[in-house]
Structures are given as C-alpha cells and as structure tokens.
C-alpha cells in the first residue's frame, strides 16, 4: 500500500482548476479570509492587536437581528450626513436585503430624505 498524504481541505488547497479560481477580484487576499473562517467560535470575539480600539463588536442572536441592527445603522449613518449637510457617498453589500427593508423604515418614521445618498452598486 502507498503513503497517505494528508492535505487540508480548504479553499486555498482547492480552488486551483476549479471554477471558482478566477472567480474573485485580483486583490483580495483569500489566505487571509481563510484564516478568519478558520478562527473557533471560542475566540472569535477575543480582539486582535490590528483592530482599532474604537471597534465594538455586536452580537447578532439572529439573521432577523442582524436586518434590524443593519438596517438602523446604515439609516443613522445616512441621517448624520443629512444633519451635517454632508453628501454621503455608501458601498453597499448585495445582502443580506432584509436590513435595507429596516434603513427604508427608519428613514421613513425619522422624515429623512435621502438625495443626499449616493451609492456605487
């Protein structure tokens, strides 16, 4: 019988050939997204010696929490801007969607308009 080599089945030992290897733009660093996927749920909220010391991490029990916390803070984020009239310019991730649902409601109970929003989507 032959050796048996173990490899590590992750992203970095397996994309090579596959369809996703020229599937993520040019400057993303996949080794780095592999080691945070890789940090154990035990220590994923101990802080690291890069982050800023003003970054507070929030727990999220749910998807539906998550929305609603998004939500709140993409809308304060918007209402700031209006209220030091500021254009504000926003990337926004493609999802999840529900907390644009929750920014929109927000926005709407405060009486914030938005034409000083614009967004690179």
């Not at 996703?20 to 080691?35: C, H, R, S, T, V």
């Not at 749910?62 to 709140?72: A, I, K, V, W």
């Not at 918007?78 to 409601?105: E, H, S, T």
Request: hydrophobic fraction near 45%.
């Amino acid at each position: 019988m032959g050796r048996i080599i173990a490899m590590a089945v992750n992203l970095m030992n397996t994309i090579k050939g596959s369809l996703l290897e020229d599937f993520f733009p040019e400057g993303w660093d996949l080794e780095m997204w592999d080691k945070c996927a890789a940090v154990s749920p035990k220590n994923f909220a101990k802080p690291e010696r890069w982050w800023s010391k003003k970054f507070q991490l929030v727990s999220c029990p749910s998807l539906g929490d998550f929305d609603t916390m998004m939500g709140h803070e993409i809308a304060t984020e918007i209402r700031n801007a209006r209220d030091a009239k500021k254009q504000l310019i926003l990337i926004l991730p493609v999802g999840p969607m529900g907390m644009y649902k929750w920014a929109g409601f927000f926005l709407k109970e405060w009486g914030v308009k938005c034409n000083h929003v614009h967004g690179f989507n």
